[in-house]
């Protein structure tokens, strides 16, 4: 996360080659929205993975390791230039978002939803109340689908919360590409299919158990709240769920074992801890310590960080990867930070 910030203008202008400076400096952003809401040509339009089982995802013709680091790059670098955004907590909460609502949307038994076809760009996927707010996330991917036409929105989306997870300290994850726009309108998923965080364990065992998610992995999965905060002008709530909210650690699991109560204001039913009454929680992250089920593992995630990364890594590509199947020769790639490779 951190990087001289010369070295960082350095690298981040010199990437800007295409197509020319000054339309990067008059407004990639612009331009990119506008080439990113048209329907851009499907190589496959017969492809159909929200009915059937998804096809198979095949390598991006000719793209190597090295060019899907590149977009790694290019987003952890934007990521890096916004890290004051949304009062300190930057970007980092909100790609992890876009990447989960993206793929959340998955039905094991129907083998329908998930990241494969991006179809979050069309209502009433992209208008689902779940999924407010989640426009500045698409937004603020929009100009890679320029400076890589090669990347589906799939992919983007799905890639944007690996940068986001390891950018902010978080575990490794493995990711694969391959995934393809589907732009027939037909085949977006309706709304619902996303949690309600009004309700209790049961119900969101349910809706988890729907994605193909056990006990264990739903709440290494919920471990991701340690990020970013809620909003009231998308979902209703409001507030961090911990003061080192960019940071990706198993903080979430150490304070919900904490004192907690319910918070009063002019709002929907929330809790705030007892001891600053600055953090909070949802009825549904407090439903992980009121069920004995989910409790066992919050308890293992609170004392040992490592197994939580171990445990989220895994889910995390599970829940992106949901909904497609992949070719054999289509192996997982692992990026490195930019600390790591000291940019
Ligand atoms: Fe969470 N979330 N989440 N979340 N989420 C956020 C923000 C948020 C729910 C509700 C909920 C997961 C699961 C679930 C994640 C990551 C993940 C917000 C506030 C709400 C209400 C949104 C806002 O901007 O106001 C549940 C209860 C219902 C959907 C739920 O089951 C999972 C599985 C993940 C990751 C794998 C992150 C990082 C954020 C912060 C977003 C931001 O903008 O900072």
């Known amino acids: ?3 001289s910030s010369a070295l960082r203008v350095a690298v981040t202008s010199s990437k800007f080659t295409f197509p020319s400076s000054a339309f990067v400096a008059t407004g ?47 987003i952890a670098l934007k990521v890096q230039d916004q890290d004051d955004a949304d009062n300190g907590a930057g970007r980092y909460g909100l790609l992890t978002r876009l990447a989960w609502h ?20 069309y209502a009433p996927e992209s208008t689902d109340p779940g999924n407010a707010g989640l426009e ?9 689908l320029v400076e890589y036409p090669w990347m589906s929105r799939g992919d983007l989306w799905t ?11 978080g575990p490794k994850i493995n990711w694969r590409p391959g995934r393809q726009d589907i732009s027939d309108k037909s085949k977006v998923p309706e709304n619902g299919n996303l949690p309600d965080a009004s309700k209790d364990g049961k119900y969101v065992r349910g809706v988890f158990t729907r994605m193909g998610f056990n006990d264990r992995e739903t709440v290494a999965l919920i471990g991701a709240h340690c990020l970013g905060r809620c909003h009231t002008y998308n979902s209703g709530y409001d507030g961090p769920w911990g003061p ?3 940071m990706f650690t198993n903080d979430f699991y150490v304070r919900l074992l904490q004192g ?26 407090m439903a992980m310590k009121e069920d004995s089920h989910f409790l066992k593992y919050v308890k293992m995630y609170a004392e040992d960080q490592d197994l939580f990364f171990n445990d989220f890594s895994a889910a995390f590509t599970k829940l ?17 930070t930019l600390d790591e490779q000291d940019i």
Do not use: C, I
């Open 260 to 285: 907690w109560h319910v918070r009063k204001w002019d709002g929907p039913k929330q809790y705030e801890d007892d001891e600053t009454n600055s953090f909070m929680m949802l009825p549904t992250d």
């Open 244 to 246: 080192s909210f960019n």
């Open 320 to 336: 992106l990867e949901n909904g497609t199947q992949f070719t054999t020769d289509n192996k997982h790639l692992v990026f490195q």
């Open 159 to 169: 890639l944007g919360g690996v940068v986001a997870v390891q950018e902010a300290g």
């Open 1 to 3: 996360m951190s990087s």
């Open 28 to 74: 990639l952003g612009l331009a990119g929205l506008y080439y990113y809401n048209q329907e851009r040509p499907n190589p496959t339009p017969s492809l159909n993975p929200l009915l059937a089982a998804a096809p198979l995802a095949a390598v991006v013709a000719g793209k190597s390791q090295a060019d899907f680091q590149s977009v790694y790059n290019a």
């Open 102 to 121: 993206a793929s959340g949307t998955f039905d094991k038994k129907k083998q329908a939803g998930g990241s494969y076809g991006g179809t979050m760009l």
């Open 136 to 144: 500045v996330a698409r937004d603020f991917l929009a100009e890679f």
